[in-house]
T-cell receptor, first 112, second 116 residues
Framework: AQSVSQHNHHVILSEAASLELGCNYSYGGTVNLFWYVQYPGQHLQLLLKYFSGDPLVKGIKGFEAEFIKSKFSFNLRKPSVQWSDTAEYFCGTTDSWGKLQFGAGTQVVVTP | DAGVTQSPTHLIKTRGQHVTLRCSPISGHKSVSWYQQVLGQGPQFIFQYYEKEERGRGNFPDRFSARQFPNYSSELNVNALLLGDSALYLC???????????????FGNGTRLTVT
């Protein structure tokens, strides 16, 4: 079964800094990869997803992720963060039934 | 547009008791999944239901059970509660079953269960 691992558990950065969160997946066949975000007090929201095609995926709120098959990675990036990007970010992978396996999550704190 | 709704939002139970959590999927979604999120960890898969049939089960004891109703809503039941069952329980719906590319999971706000 596929799984994902996230490298950083906590990230603190200043507004306007660039953000990159690491995610590695274990290859088990067809690759379905996601990034979800959980803002304080809110439900998990889908940021972006990758299934095939262009390895550079654009998501909502200015986020993007790059699928690098040779590195088994799907890192999330944002060129310039805002205070409102403070949240917990989860990388995930699914099987064909949509069963989602999450990573442990990365808590991102953006300071003014 | 109504999203995934869960009830109750918060619940406090004592050890040994039983709890039922409820979930209504987005209209038109036929698949419902349940996840447990313990503080500091990513959500862990518990169950998936599609068209009222169990399609997947995570590594949870038999104290956990679920069902899906004809209107696609779902219940998660936990018997003989333990302190370790304290968590945020998330429900997610999707169009399902296959076609994951076109039917990502949409999550509810969760039910915060505290077992004392």
């Amino acid at each position: 079964a596929q799984s994902v691992s996230q490298h950083n558990h906590h990230v603190i950065l200043s507004e306007a800094a660039s953000l990159e969160l690491g995610c590695n997946y274990s290859y088990g066949g067809t690759v379905n990869l996601f990034w979800y975000v959980q803002y304080p007090g809110q439900h998990l929201q889908l940021l972006l997803k990758y299934f095939s095609g262009d390895p550079l995926v654009k998501g909502i709120k200015g986020f993007e992720a790059e699928f690098i098959k040779s590195k088994f990675s799907f890192n999330l990036r944002k060129p310039s963060v805002q205070w409102s990007d403070t949240a917990e970010y989860f990388c995930g992978t699914t099987d064909s039934w949509g069963k989602l396996q999450f990573g442990a999550g990365t808590q991102v704190v953006v300071t003014p | 547009d109504a999203g995934v709704t869960q009830s109750p939002t918060h619940l406090i139970k004592t050890r040994g008791q039983h709890v039922t959590l409820r979930c209504s999927p987005i209209s038109g979604h036929k698949s419902v999944s349940w996840y447990q999120q313990v503080l500091g960890q990513g959500p862990q898969f518990i169950f998936q239901y599609y068209e009222k049939e169990e399609r997947g089960r995570g590594n949870f004891p038999d104290r956990f059970s679920a069902r899906q109703f004809p209107n696609y809503s779902s219940e998660l039941n936990v018997n003989a509660l333990l302190l370790g069952d304290s968590a945020l329980y998330l429900c997610a719906s999707s169009l399902g079953p296959k076609g994951t590319a076109y039917s990502p999971l949409h999550f509810g706000n969760g039910t915060r269960l505290t077992v004392t």
